[in-house]
């Protein structure tokens, strides 16, 4: 008996399995073929729902981008958790570093995805900015930080993470380490936070890279 499924329910189907083969097979080679024949589904279902295999992979990356905002946001609104832990742990959980997560950027650091980088970048701005803003908006409060405007500093951060982030692979302990350095120290500036006041907490987002 054949089974029908909900248009949402297929759809998602069909980005579970290009998540799976993405990451197993990588961008390039895994085909529409090997998801329509792992799910078993006819080429119209899968182009009813997708133009394209560029299409699934954004998708892919706006389903991934809304799973960590909303961990990022739960971790964010939890006021038992101190909260230059919250920014810490938020900042981890915005990390991707699993087999699907690290398919997607690598797609998106190749020259003909820049679009997809593009995109990538505006959905973080959009997406985590406002979280951040609250919980700076938090720090002016309680008298740990003195940003003047908080949402041009959390923008500032997020930028400044996502391009600093971005270049970390490759670099030796020592560089690793500098580049820690001037992430805290410049994030304590755009913060009006005392100086050396975030180092303990945010020297594990570096340590879990």
Known sequence: MRVVKSAEERKNEILDVAEQLFAEKGFDNASTNDIIDKIGIARGTLYYHFKSKEEILDAVVE???????????????????PLLERLTE??????????????????????????????MKECIINGVVPLYVKLIEEGNAIGIFDAKYPSDAAEMIVIYSNTAFDELAGLSFEEMEKKSKAFIYHTERILGA??????????KIFSNR
């Open 63 to 81: 389903r991934m981008g809304r799973k960590l905002f909303a961990q990022a946001a739960a971790i964010i609104a939890d006021r038992s958790i």
């Open 194 to 203: 005392k100086e050396g006041s975030l180092a303990r907490a945010m020297i």
């Open 90 to 119: 938020s900042v981890l959980a915005l990390n991707v570093d699993d087999g699907i997560g690290v398919e997607v950027l690598t797609q998106m650091h190749k020259p003909q995805n820049a679009l997809l980088h593009h995109k």
